[in-house]
């Protein structure tokens, strides 16, 4: 979960905070435009972290390193386990029961100017060579769980970011 806040409003606050979504074709959902976070595939020769950064920049056009991700379902689910207990990956599985696929969420906060988030509201990007048709969206971060409720990745973050901060952890 990306979440831009404008650089002229006070530091360390949720005020103005905004999370950028992806809106781009998803067929298999009956959907022309679904408000997703950006997420890609993660191949045999990376990290998760340098997967999420590079989908961050071939999705958006924010370079982002790899240092700069915050993992949001480590910081959230790591906790100690003894050797009898199951080890399962420290990342959300958004259909346990139909299939193995798991996803680590991670977050990237930056302040810009508010010109530059002006920016990025409706800014057309993928690649285009691999069929990529996206646009950017940004979302006030309190209403994210709703502009993007049908992507179960924009839920989980935005649940595990709500936890966490209350807590203190980020």
């Known amino acids: 979960m990306i979440t831009l806040q404008p650089d002229d409003v006070p530091a360390g606050t949720e005020e103005e905070k905004q999370v950028i979504l992806t809106l781009q074709p998803r067929i298999p959902a009956g959907s022309l435009g679904m408000a997703e976070l950006p997420a890609g595939m993660l191949d045999d020769s990376g990290t998760f972290s340098g997967s999420a950064a590079k989908e961050i920049e071939e999705e958006?056009?924010?370079?982002?390193?790899?240092?700069?991700?915050?993992?949001?379902?480590?910081?959230?689910?790591?906790?100690?386990?003894?050797?009898?207990?199951?080890?399962?990956?420290?990342?959300?599985?958004?259909?346990?029961?139909?299939?193995?696929?798991?996803?680590?969420?991670?977050?990237?906060?930056?302040?810009?100017?508010?010109?530059?988030?002006?920016?990025?509201?409706?800014?057309?990007?993928?690649?285009?060579?691999?069929?990529?048709?996206?646009?950017?969206?940004?979302?006030?971060?309190?209403?994210?769980?709703?502009?993007?409720?049908?992507?179960?990745?924009?839920?989980?973050?935005w649940a595990i970011y709500q936890g966490l901060k209350s807590e203190g952890k980020i």
């Open 60 to 157: 958006t056009g924010l370079h982002v390193a790899v240092e700069d991700l915050i993992n949001l379902t480590e910081l959230a689910l790591s906790r100690p386990t003894s050797e009898d207990e199951e080890h399962l990956q420290q990342a959300m599985y958004p259909s346990p029961g139909g299939c193995d696929e798991f996803v680590p969420l991670f977050l990237y906060q930056k302040r810009v100017p508010r010109g530059q988030m002006k920016d990025w509201q409706g800014k057309l990007t993928g690649l285009r060579d691999y069929g990529e048709k996206i646009t950017l969206m940004l979302a006030p971060l309190g209403e994210a769980w709703k502009v993007g409720g049908r992507d179960s990745k924009v839920l989980g973050a």
